[in-house]
Structure formats: C-alpha cells, structure tokens
C-alpha cells in the first residue's frame, strides 16, 4: 500500500498491525505436523506523532507547532515446526494443541520518546532504546550474528457443537510465546536536531545528532495474544455468524450471514468496529477470505486475505 500524504492524519492513529502466515498442515489421525512462516508487525504511537511524520513527507506549517513524540515498533520474521494433537472426548467437542519451535530470521524493538517544536526551524529531543538484527533508526552496520535467536509458542484451538444447529469455535493463537536472542544489535541514547535546511522542494527537513551507545545486548519479546470467537447458527437454509477478533491493540466484531452455493458456502459479513466488509467461500477442501474497508486496496485501512487448502491422501 502507498500513502502521498495528501489526507490528514486520522484522530485513530495510535496503533498499526500486519500478521501474515505461510504454511502447510498434515494430519495423520489425531496428530498435526506444521511447517509455517509469519512475519509480525506492531505499532503504537498517536495522532501527534503521526502528524508529525506527515509533515516530515511533505511539509511543515509555517506557524508555530508542538509535537509529543511517542512511537513504538516491533518486528518478528520466523520460520518454525508445530506439533498437535486433537483430543476428542466426544464428537461434538474436540480440544487441539499446538506446540511450535522457531528460528527466528529478522528481529526488531524500537521505542522513540520525546518533544518535537517547529516554528520556522525544527528542534525538539527525543530519547531512543532499540534493539535490531536487520534495519535500525541509525542505519548502523548489522552483524550477521544478530539475528540468531530461539522461539517457542503454544497454540489453543476448541470446536463445540452443543446443538446441532450452534456451533462455537476458540482460537488463541500465541497463548504461550517466548522468542530469546543472546545477543543483538542495540542502541540507546538521546536524539537532538541539529541542522535543519530546506530540500530542492523548499521544504523544511532536519537531520538529528545522537549522543549514546550502539552495542550488543540479550533480548526477550512475548508476542502479544491473537484470540478468535465465532459462533455460527443455522436456520432455514442460512447460516448466521458472529467472529469476534482480538490481536494486540485491535478488536474487530464481524456479523454476517452464509448460503449454499456450487457446493459450498458463501458468507458475506460486516466489522462493525473497523467498518469493513468481509466475503468468504469455502467448500470441502478450500477456504478463502477477504475483508476490506475501501475497494481500493491503496487506501484501506483494514485488509485481511486468507487462503487455505486441504487435500486428503
């Protein structure tokens, strides 16, 4: 997605999420044998800071402005193994765990405080701590060392059916996460602006001077928690649903409704908190998903792809 920064800054913008999954399941009776890759995006900040990185695109506004800089990023590429097993007491009710090793490919943690003024120049300070096994605030040289590091992590999955038509589904993914690194790239320090110029656009940028360490440091990241619950209902010929999705600082509410159709189901649903629109189909051995909250992909705010195969042997 690409921004030209022509909009003004959402009163919202105080979180930033991405997660995506590649992976391939097999399943031999009860046991599930995973290989899977994910690529983890978080980021918290506020309107102030969002602002303030929208001047730094384009320009700033020629009276005086004050700016409270707060931003904290967090990046995860892994690649790893799980192991479960589906306990099924009864046939209505099933329990699977996963249980997941990781190797851990790219890692970063930056967090960036401080007061930003601009009144024809720029000047403000800002205190930095980041660690990184790849990109970094201070493009500093990387070690190939950095990033190697462990994961572990451990996954929820539980299937109801107390009627027949009610069907009720939990998934906690990363109920359990630990990722450990002996050592990786770290800074710390304080930022202050120094020199401040106007590009070839006559527009007015500044370049920080940092006063501080840039050393090697033992990192540990818990991942936040991604909690799914969906209840779904069939009567006459239609199947209503509710998904209720919880990923670190963002909930999504999705209500909706499915019909048979060429021998699957098509459910179309709408996230009442993110205000976006979802179209799934699914059939015996394929499931796909899209949601959005504008048609031009370019600039939704809320986008969720997902695909899924399954082949029996």
Same mark, same amino acid.
């Given at each position: 997605?690409?921004?030209?920064?022509?909009?003004?800054?959402?009163?919202?913008?105080?979180?930033?999420?991405?997660?995506?999954?590649?992976?391939?399941?097999?399943?031999?009776?009860?046991?599930?044998?995973?290989?899977?890759?994910?690529?983890?995006?978080?980021?918290?900040?506020?309107?102030?800071?969002?602002?303030?990185?929208?001047?730094?695109?384009?320009?700033?506004?020629?009276?005086?402005?004050?700016?409270?800089?707060?931003?904290?990023?967090?990046?995860?590429?892994?690649?790893?193994?799980?192991?479960?097993?589906?306990?099924?007491?009864?046939?209505?009710?099933?329990?699977?765990?996963?249980?997941?090793?990781?190797?851990?490919?790219?890692?970063?943690?930056?967090?960036?405080?401080?007061?930003?003024?601009?009144?024809?120049?720029?000047?403000?300070?800002?205190?930095?701590?980041?660690?990184?096994?790849?990109?970094?605030?201070?493009?500093?040289?990387?070690?190939?060392?950095?990033?190697?590091?462990?994961?572990?992590?451990?996954?929820?999955?539980?299937?109801?059916?107390?009627?027949?038509?009610?069907?009720?589904?939990?998934?906690?993914?990363?109920?359990? /996460?630990?990722?450990? *690194?002996?050592?990786?790239?770290?800074? !710390?320090?304080? +930022?202050?602006? @120094?020199?401040?110029?106007? &590009?070839?656009?006559?527009?007015?940028?500044?370049?920080?001077?940092?006063?501080?360490?840039? /050393?090697?440091?033992? *990192?540990?990241?818990?991942?936040?928690? !991604?909690?799914? +619950?969906?209840? @779904?209902?069939?009567?006459? &010929?239609?199947?209503?649903?509710?998904?209720?999705?919880?990923?670190?600082?963002?909930?999504?509410?999705?209500?909706?409704?499915?019909?048979?159709?060429?021998?699957?189901?098509?459910?179309?649903?709408?996230?009442?908190?993110?205000?976006?629109?979802?179209?799934?189909?699914?059939?015996?051995?394929?499931?796909?998903?899209?949601?959005?909250?504008?048609?031009?992909?370019?600039?939704?705010?809320?986008?969720?792809?997902?695909?899924?195969?399954?082949?029996?042997?």
């Amino acid at each position: 997605m690409k921004d030209d920064w022509e909009g003004g800054v959402s009163k919202n913008s105080d979180f930033g999420l991405s997660q995506s999954k590649i992976g391939i399941e097999l399943g031999v009776k009860n046991w599930r044998f995973v290989y899977e890759t994910r690529n983890d995006h978080f980021l918290t900040t506020n309107e102030s800071s969002a602002t303030l990185y929208q001047y730094t695109k384009t320009s700033f506004p020629s009276i005086k402005s004050a700016y409270d800089l707060n931003i904290h990023y967090r990046k995860l590429q892994a690649k790893g193994i799980k192991l479960g097993y589906m306990w099924q007491p009864i046939k209505t009710f099933s329990i699977t765990n996963y249980f997941g090793v990781w190797r851990p490919t790219t890692i970063r943690n930056s967090r960036l405080l401080g007061d930003v003024v601009s009144e024809g120049t720029v000047t403000g300070v800002a205190q930095l701590e980041e660690w990184y096994s790849y990109k970094n605030l201070l493009k500093r040289q990387i070690d190939a060392d950095w990033g190697e590091g462990t994961g572990k992590t451990w996954d929820l999955v539980i299937n109801w059916q107390p009627t027949e038509n009610l069907i009720l589904g939990l998934d906690i993914i990363d109920l359990f /996460s630990k990722f450990d *690194f002996d050592h990786l790239g770290y800074s !710390s320090g304080t +930022l202050s602006s @120094s020199t401040t110029y106007r &590009d070839e656009d006559n527009i007015l940028r500044f370049n920080p001077a940092y006063s501080g360490v840039e /050393s090697e440091k033992p *990192f540990s990241w818990d991942l936040p928690k !991604s909690i799914s +619950l969906t209840a @779904s209902y069939a009567k006459d &010929d239609i199947e209503y649903l509710l998904a209720i999705n919880k990923r670190d600082l963002n909930t999504s509410i999705v209500l909706g409704a499915g019909f048979d159709i060429a021998q699957g189901v098509i459910t179309s649903g709408y996230d009442i908190k993110n205000k976006a629109i979802q179209v799934s189909y699914s059939n015996s051995w394929f499931e796909g998903l899209v949601m959005t909250d504008n048609l031009d992909i370019s600039d939704a705010k809320t986008f969720s792809l997902s695909l899924s195969a399954n082949l029996k042997f």
